[in-house]
């Protein structure tokens, strides 16, 4: 180990300054014996420079390692989230599609029944006494009655069109909500790898 002053230079100075030889070679002595203990305890803290080298590409490698397993992951996760929304969107295709048939089916029947109420309220009409005292207000109220049902028919469907549009805006919602939870779960368990490596 190297020395960074002149020990007798300094047991020259300290004999100019009326210490003894045998002094003067003591107290350097000593200041040796101080720098070489003090010089231990930093070098046991530091590391040198190959060690370093070596640690800096342990942790490279094993940054590498977990970016491999967070794409692995990544696209595990990915493509069964998409395998789930690929489900869940065939699902919303048949609801709307049996939605739309038991709406065509409802208005089909609707319309028979009224076409059906039509004629029998004409064969009524015919066959019924000839003279009547208000036919055209008896025609007239049956017309409004049919009107009200058909009305009343129409809000009936709309109100169930209504509640099926609203549940599948909800289910849009919830997988909305299910993806990010996904994607904010995955670039949670990233930045923990991150932050475990760093």
């Avoid at 609801?95 to 059906?116: P, W």
């Avoid at 000839?130 to 049956?142: D, E, R, T, W």
Wanted: net charge neutral.
């Amino acid at each position: 180990r190297r020395l960074f002053f002149d020990t007798h230079a300094l047991v020259c100075l300290l004999e100019a300054n009326g210490f003894t030889t045998q002094q003067s070679e003591v107290i350097v002595s000593a200041l040796v014996k101080i720098m070489d203990t003090n010089l231990d305890m930093i070098y046991k803290d530091m590391v040198t420079k190959v060690q370093q080298e070596i640690a800096l590409q342990q942790v490279m490698s094993h940054i590498g390692g977990v970016k491999k397993d967070m794409i692995i992951l990544e696209k595990s996760e990915f493509s069964a989230l998409r395998s789930e929304n690929e489900k869940i969107k065939l699902e919303l295709q048949q609801i709307k599609k049996q939605v739309l048939d038991e709406i065509t089916k409802v208005r089909a029947d609707n319309k028979l029944n009224l076409n059906l109420e039509k004629s029998r309220v004409k064969e009524l009409i015919e066959i019924s006494h000839p003279v009547l005292l208000l036919p055209g207000l008896f025609v007239k109220q049956h017309h409004a009655q049919q009107d009200r049902a058909l009305t009343q028919t129409d809000r009936k469907i709309d109100t169930e069109v209504a509640d099926l549009k609203t549940m599948l805006e909800s289910h849009k919602l919830d997988n909305i909500k299910y993806l990010a939870g996904s994607v904010f779960t995955c670039l949670t368990v990233a930045l923990g790898f991150y932050r475990l490596w760093i």
